[in-house]
């Protein structure tokens, strides 16, 4: 199992002045402590999940380009890009110039986006969720399409491309990896299983996430897909100190040893990777923590279950 992190949550003290050094520091130590990825939501407003919209919250693309200067090997992506945020090409692009400027780190990360209050704040147009699925599918095979130097022209229900050339092309072979973000058993897993690498599950507990690995299996039987083949992650909340309790904020705390049982029953699930949103994400003391888990999870893998 191979164990990411995300950083959701930028109000640090004295912020703004403090965000760029404190999330740099951030790349850099889950890069040392040999965290696979790096990953930062993909929303211009905080989300009411963490926070006020009033909190600080910075512009995806750009706080991954600047993580990728910080840093030499971690990978790199959004979890995940609402498709309503971007053209589909201009996207494509976003994150072929993330990868060459990277040397082959990037991801995209992409879902059917859902936060009404910050389409409706900075004036983005928020279709019915019917039509972002039909808006997410043409994304995704634009995307494709671009990636594999293909120039004939795309035209779709809601998008249009006269010639989507994308030079330079990305460093990453084939593509850049696909992330399909959502647990949607009928529309979200068939996207995934037609066009994804890689799949994203909240936390639901080792049940839910059977059946979501079940239903995506489904899927992947009708369209003739190899299901081995697309990795399974999911985003859980953890963050580390010598005995668990709590940290200094009041933040709920785990051990190691906890840390790693609850990566193990993931991993018994069908995970293949795990994303974690650490409270304590800004204190140099976790990441030792964390290259100890990193180290004893890397053999773990969802075959074992």
């Not at 790349?27 to 790096?38: P, V």
């Not at 986006?113 to 599918?137: I, Q, S």
């Not at 999911?234 to 963050?239: A, E």
């Not at 030792?288 to 074992?304: F, K, Y």
Request: hydrophobic share 40%; with cysteine; proline share 7%.
């Amino acid at each position: 199992m191979r164990l990411g992190l995300q950083v959701s949550h930028f109000s640090w003290p004295d912020a703004p002045a403090s965000i760029g050094p404190t999330f740099g520091r951030i790349a850099r130590d889950a890069e040392e402590a040999g965290m696979a990825s790096l990953w930062v939501m993909d929303h211009f407003f905080q989300i009411s999940m963490i926070g006020p919209p009033e909190l600080e919250m910075l512009e995806g693309y750009t706080a991954l380009a600047f993580a990728a200067g910080q840093t030499s090997r971690i990978e790199l992506g959004t979890l995940v890009t609402g498709v309503t945020y971007r053209h589909p090409g201009i996207l494509a692009k976003t994150v072929t110039t993330l990868d060459v400027l990277s040397g082959g780190r990037a991801w995209l990360g992409i879902g059917a986006a859902w936060n009404e209050e910050e389409h409706r704040g900075l004036g983005v147009p928020y279709p019915p969720l019917k039509e972002r699925f039909e808006r997410l599918e043409e994304a995704l095979q634009i995307s494709l399409q671009m990636w594999s130097g293909d120039e004939s022209p795309y035209a779709g229900r809601h998008y249009t491309l006269e010639r989507p050339l994308n030079s330079p092309p990305a460093v990453r072979r084939p593509h850049p990896p696909i992330l399909i973000g959502g647990m949607g058993a009928k529309k979200t897993m068939r996207l995934v299983a037609q066009y994804a690498d890689a799949s994203n599950f909240f936390d639901v507990g080792p049940q839910g996430l059977r059946a979501a690995c079940d239903g995506l299996r489904s899927h992947c039987d009708a369209v003739g897909r190899d299901y081995g083949a697309i990795t399974k992650t999911v985003l859980t909340r953890m963050s580390l100190s010598e005995s668990g309790g709590t940290d200094p904020s009041g933040a709920p705390t785990v051990s190691v040893a906890a840390a790693v049982d609850h990566l193990g029953r993931l991993a018994e699930a069908g995970m293949d990777d795990a994303i974690l949103g650490m409270a304590n994400q800004t204190d140099p003391a976790a990441y030792p923590l964390v290259a100890e888990v990193v180290r004893q999870v890397e053999g773990i893998t969802s075959a074992d279950r």
